[in-house]
Every structure is written in structure tokens, then in C-alpha cells.
Antibody, heavy 119, light 107 residues
Framework: QVQVVQSGAELRKPGASVKVSCKAS????????IHWVRQAPGQRLEWMGW????????KYSQRFEGRVTLTRDTSASTAYVELTSLGSEDTAVYYC????????????WGQGTLVTVSS | DIQMTQSPSSLSASVGDRVTITCRAS??????LNWYQQRPGQAPNLLIY???SLQGGVPSRFSGSGFGTDFTLTITGLQPEDFATYFC?????????FGQGTKLEIK
């Protein structure tokens, strides 16, 4: 069955960077997209961007443009999000989710990774 | 960005009830509307995609409708496991924005 497993919680200081991984199994990794969504405390879900796991093409939310990088390693069926210049407002649970190409529903989600930014 | 607004923000209901949650887009999104359920401490789970298509494995008591700017999620015959928070999401154009959520609580 489809599984998406994320790396563990991270604690960073303001100004630092963080990289979260998302390992997929149970399907052909390169035939789907991986989306990244975050949820800050008390806030709505916020879409950050997606990567075509086959081609590596990416699309970012302008809100994060310049600070976020999505990559993937097809040999490891793993996607990554890296966020730089962290501030306290980046404290959130970060989710990856699989999405069929061409219809951007998010049909299988990782368990979430808590990123805490604190001095 | 397309703004998504859900109503109500919270809702109390009893097991067996029928409930409806509404989602409105700030501009036309055709049928590019998805619904998710999120239980406390868990990741969201896709229920409905393309406004009215039931995701595999989701009980048939969940249904969706709408087109353009106005959409509804209906749960017919609430079960104890349905008390959770529900989000809509538009996938018409990036950034793929979400509603603020509707928390469904037991009366």
C-alpha cells in the first residue's frame, strides 16, 4: 500500500535552514508529484509548492519564493524540502503529500514533521 | 491568490445527524475543489476530489457538490469517528489555497 514517511522533528535557531525528507513507497515514485504543505499553530493549511518526481520540475508559492527549494532523489524514492532564513513564523508542522499529475488533489500524506524555530 | 472561505467555522451535531459544510471561492474554480478530514494530531485525509468524486476507501456517507464558486460537503448519518476538522482546498491555480477549516464537534 502507499506509504509516505517523513523525517523527525527539528529545532532550529532564527536565521538557520532546515531540510525535511519524505520517503515514498508502494507506488511508482516518478509517476506522481510531491506537494509540501505546512500548518502553523492555529493557522490554516498553507501550500508551499510541488515537485514532479519524474522530471524534477517545480512550482513554488510566491510567498516562499527564494527561501524554499524542493528536490527529489528518484533512486531513493525520497523528496526533500529545504527552507532557509528561518524565523519564528516558520514554526509549523510540515507535511508532504502525494498528488497525481494533472489533477492536484493530495491523496496520501506523510505524518508531518514539526519544525520549531526558537532562540 | 484565490481565497477560500468555509462556513460555519464550527458545528455541533449528534451521531446519526446529517450535516453540511460550505466552501466559497473568491473566484471561479470550476470543479477543482477537494475536501479533507483532519483528526487531532493526524495528517489530513482526502475525502472528496474534483468537487464530487469520492476518494477510494472513503465511506459513502460523505458526498460533495458544487461548481464555480460554491461548494458543499455533506455527511449523512454521522458516526463517532467523523468528529474532526474539515478543510476545502482549491486546485485550480497555484498557490493551492485551503479554507480555514470547520471543526465538527459532538453535541
Amino acid at each position: 500500500q502507499v506509504q509516505v514517511v517523513q523525517s523527525g522533528a527539528e529545532l532550529r535557531k532564527p536565521g538557520a535552514s532546515v531540510k525535511v525528507s519524505c520517503k515514498a513507497s508502494g507506488y511508482t515514485f516518478s509517476a506522481y508529484a510531491i506537494h509540501w504543505v505546512r500548518q502553523a499553530p492555529g493557522q490554516r493549511l498553507e501550500w508551499m509548492g510541488w515537485i514532479n518526481a519524474g522530471t524534477g520540475n517545480t512550482k513554488y508559492s510566491q510567498r516562499f519564493e527564494g527561501r524554499v527549494t524542493l528536490t527529489r532523489d528518484t533512486s531513493a524514492s525520497t523528496a526533500y524540502v529545504e527552507l532557509t532564513s528561518l524565523g519564528s513564523e516558520d514554526t509549523a508542522v510540515y507535511y508532504c503529500a502525494r498528488g497525481p499529475l494533472g489533477n492536484y488533489r493530495l491523496d496520501s500524506w506523510g505524518q508531518g514533521t514539526l519544525v520549531t524555530v526558537s532562540s | 491568490d484565490i481565497q477560500m472561505t468555509q462556513s460555519p467555522s464550527s458545528l455541533s451535531a449528534s451521531v446519526g445527524d446529517r450535516v453540511t459544510i460550505t466552501c466559497r471561492a473568491s473566484r471561479r474554480i470550476d470543479a477543482y475543489l477537494n475536501w479533507y478530514q483532519q483528526r487531532p494530531g493526524q495528517a489530513p485525509n482526502l475525502l472528496i476530489y474534483a468537487a464530487s468524486s469520492l476518494q477510494g476507501g472513503v465511506p459513502s456517507r460523505f458526498s460533495g457538490s458544487g461548481f464555480g464558486t460554491d461548494f458543499t460537503l455533506t455527511i449523512t448519518g454521522l458516526q463517532p469517528e467523523d468528529f474532526a476538522t474539515y478543510f476545502c482546498q482549491q486546485s485550480y491555480s497555484t498557490p493551492y489555497t485551503f479554507g480555514q477549516g470547520t471543526k465538527l464537534e459532538i453535541k
